[in-house]
């Protein structure tokens, strides 16, 4: 038996039904009537999604053509999710609503009237009810290179149907082949913007291979890895080396290598304000000092420098600068 005899079965055993049960039989199309279906949208949550399902129904050219009579009874039935039983045309229109109920999958909606008068949604235009298939999902590290001292990146996961529409509430689950996710690898779900958050942190790794998975599907595969670190900064020469001044700002030269930009500078033990400190390259910091007038001259005090890049390494100049 094919489909439209399996179709013509269904809409006698009911109409037979309604008859010895009493009830009145509804209004149905006509032989000859035909019936469009549409589905807005098609691609839908796998939980409290919604799609709009219309039917235009028209009369058969003996019939004299135009829209079905007001209070046609269209049947529907779908293969995923749930949907009213039965609507009525107004005006050659009728409106069902496909309603997701937490399986997924790719619902073939079929709405009947009369003896073999159907119209089913197939193919692509099938609604696409959460992670079934048609999806895909492409995920970002950001940064995908870390440097010292933060070894952590968002990941984010941003789910699309094949529309390019951005899919909420679906389940994500991130992988990584090293370092350690918040999420330990449970289940996430997508937010109103299609998109789910992680965060990977390195230990002692290098790297690590993140993807993000939704049932049979799987993500773009993202490398996230240390940076090379940067040389340990040396500082080789001060100049001035000493000043008996007390009280008063003046200028001090750090020379040396591997100086960062945002490098801070120290002297120690304390008496010394730091009122400025200037980056000039990577071989040269100048800081503008002044000396608490508290501090004596007799005996002389001296002084370590510190030279603290951004990324944490640091070079200690010992008894580098003399209060006379």
């Known amino acids: 038996m094919d489909q439209r005899q399996r179709a013509i079965a269904l809409t006698g055993l009911a109409l037979l039904f309604l008859a010895g049960c009493g009830g009145e039989v509804p209004l149905t199309a006509t032989e000859g009537a035909t019936l469009f279906i549409t589905a807005n ?24 053509g135009g829209p079905l009579t007001d209070g046609t009874q269209i049947f529907f039935t779908t293969d995923v999710g749930t949907i009213e039983e039965r609507v009525e045309m107004q005006n050659g229109v009728a409106r069902g609503t496909l309603r997701s109920n937490g399986r997924a999958g ?16 197939e193919g692509d235009a099938r609604v696409l009810i959460g992670n079934a298939e048609g999806i895909n999902i492409l995920l970002t590290a950001n940064p995908p290179t870390l440097t010292s001292p933060n070894f952590t990146t968002e990941l984010v996961a941003t789910v699309f149907d094949n529309s390019n529409n951005r899919m909420s509430d679906v389940p994500i689950i991130f992988t990584t082949s090293a370092g350690a996710l918040a ?12 998109q789910a958050t992680d965060r990977l942190t390195l230990l002692n790794e290098d790297e690590a291979k993140v993807t993000a998975i ?8 993202v490398t996230v890895s240390r940076a090379t670190p940067l040389p340990k900064p040396i500082i080789t020469s001060i100049s001035p080396s000493s000043s008996a001044t007390r009280g008063s700002a003046f200028t001090v030269t750090i020379n040396g290598t591997f100086f960062q930009d945002g490098a801070v500078v120290g002297f120690t033990p304390g008496g010394i304000v730091i009122n400025s400190t200037t980056f000039v390259s990577t071989t040269q910091i100048q800081v503008n000092i002044t000396i608490d007038s508290s501090i004596p001259s007799t005996p002389v005090t001296k002084f ?3 030279v603290t890049n951004p990324d944490g390494q640091q070079a200690i100049f010992t008894d580098a600068f003399t209060a006379n």
């Open 41 to 64: 949208p098609t691609a839908i949550p796998v939980f409290e999604g919604v799609s709009t399902i219309t039917v235009v129904g028209f009369k058969a050219v003996a019939d004299g």
């Open 106 to 121: 790719r619902a073939t909606v079929i709405a009947r009237s009369g003896a073999g008068i159907f119209a089913p949604l």
């Open 214 to 221: 939704s049932g049979a599907i799987k993500s773009n595969e």
């Open 304 to 306: 370590d420098i510190t």
């Open 183 to 194: 999420s330990a690898s449970t289940s996430l779900r997508t937010n109103a913007n299609g």
